[in-house]
Nanobody, 121 residues
Framework: QVQLVESGGGLVQPGGSLRLSCVVS????????MGWYRQAPGKQRELVAT???????NYADSVKGRFTISRDNAKNTVYLQMNSLKSEDTAAYYC???????????????WGRGTQVTVSS
């Protein structure tokens, strides 16, 4: 099995910064794409940012220039540096990873349980 555990959420004032981390553990042969998604109350889950195994990144327009996704392949960890936070960034943030558990196994989608980010004065 594969587990994803997020950390780093919390309460921050508008304009502040937070760094989220997500560690992937378990039966891992290869981690392909990794990403962060968020879901605010009453809204659908939306993509925040993704990063491929080669380091190519993709961002939602709403976070471009403020958020940076990165990964440490040696640590099976993906990060989300969030700067210039706004109240509309308030949401539960979920980590996602596409993981291949064995040489001949198909890659599957895995999700963390989420970490809450609240931006408020």
């Amino acid at each position: 099995q594969v587990q994803l555990v997020e950390s780093g959420g919390g309460l921050v004032q508008p304009g502040g910064s937070l760094r989220l981390s997500c560690v992937v553990s378990g039966s891992i042969f290869r981690i392909n794409a990794m990403g962060w998604y968020r879901q605010a109350p009453g809204k659908q889950r939306e993509l925040v940012a993704t990063i491929t195994s080669g380091g190519s990144t993709n961002y939602a327009d709403s976070v471009k220039g403020r958020f940076t996704i990165s990964r440490d392949n040696a640590k099976n960890t993906v990060y989300l540096q969030m700067n210039s936070l706004k109240s509309e960034d308030t949401a539960a943030y979920y980590c996602n990873a596409v993981v291949q558990s064995g040489l001949l196994a198909y890659a599957s989608d895995y999700w963390g349980r989420g970490t809450q980010v609240t931006v408020s004065s």
